[in-house]
């Protein structure tokens, strides 16, 4: 048998291979993934009166399909409506959600950016070794985000999640650039990856709703198609990066190994 198959394919996009099992992605025994909707398994209903009722479903988020899908255990530290000012200021603290863990995924910026119009910010604004040094804005918080799970755990290893294009005129330029400057972030801290759904991740238009959303957010099947893309593209990300991931066993072990 060739080990080839389990490594990196020559021309390989990051969800070009969807494995069922989500392939490395299940090296990790525990993972806390932050988030907003996307993350909490946000579902659409209606009242009597037509107006749309927002319901958090965990079980069915994609973090609980991943965990199912792995065996991993994830810690689902988001809700509907989170933004990364809230969460760092007065969400996590409170539900005591600054926890321990391997890895951790930070999927926001969907309120921040077109909801709740935080200012956007830059990587320029993010002090790695004092966050209370980071502007109020989208990517200062986030910096601070990070910078507190670093403060956890220095050997964590974090994955950002990108925002996916809507096919939109406006919307789109903005969530191209946010990612773009995410890409940064990775050069800042260490054991930092990008999930980049901007790029590499299906473009969240109508014609993708009219199969995989339930209004606006997903449905089962979209939050399930999500877990899938998070997955392996986890698994991309160790494939491409093997060294890095060498020691996931030692993460907060405080055991080295001399050849890595």
């Known amino acids: 048998m060739e080990m080839d198959f389990f490594t990196q394919i020559p021309g390989e996009k990051p969800l070009d291979n969807i494995k069922p099992t989500c392939g490395f992605a299940g090296i990790f025994r525990e993972i806390g ?14 009242d009597e009166d037509g107006n749309i009722v927002y319901h958090d479903m965990y079980e069915y988020s994609w973090p609980a399909v ?16 989170m933004s990364a000012k809230e969460f760092y200021e007065s969400w996590a603290e409170p539900n005591g959600f600054w926890q ?3 890895a951790y995924i930070i999927a926001l910026g969907n309120n921040d950016v077109f909801t709740l119009n935080h200012p956007i910010g830059s990587v320029a604004e993010i002090h790695p070794e004092n966050p209370d040094a980071n502007s109020d804005t989208f990517f200062g918080n986030l910096g601070r985000i990070i910078s507190k799970l670093k403060s956890i755990e220095k050997d964590a290893r974090i994955f950002l999640v990108s925002m996916q294009k809507r096919g939109e005129e406006e919307g789109d330029p903005i969530i191209c ?34 199969t995989f959303a339930l209004g606006f957010h ?15 593209y986890i698994d991309y990300l ?11 066993p030692f993460i907060g072990k405080g055991y080295k190994n001399k050849d890595v």
Not at 33 to 46: K, M, Q
Not at 218 to 232: C, D, H, T
Not at 238 to 248: C, G, L, M, Y
Request: proline share 3%; aromatic share 16%.
């Open 33 to 46: 993934v932050i988030g907003d909707s996307l993350s909490s398994g946000e579902f659409e209903a209606h």
């Open 177 to 210: 650039a946010v990612a773009k400057e995410m890409k940064k972030i990775c050069e800042l801290f260490s054991f930092t990856y990008l999930i980049d759904m901007t790029e590499y991740g299906p473009v969240y238009d109508e014609q993708m709703r009219k």
């Open 66 to 81: 991943l965990g199912r899908l792995t065996g991993t255990v994830y810690h689902n530290y988001s809700r509907g409506g």
């Open 100 to 102: 321990w863990n391997q």
């Open 218 to 232: 997903p449905n089962a099947m979209g939050y399930y198609s999500y877990a899938l893309m998070i997955g392996n």
């Open 238 to 248: 160790i494939r491409q990066n093997p060294k890095d991931f060498f020691e996931v």
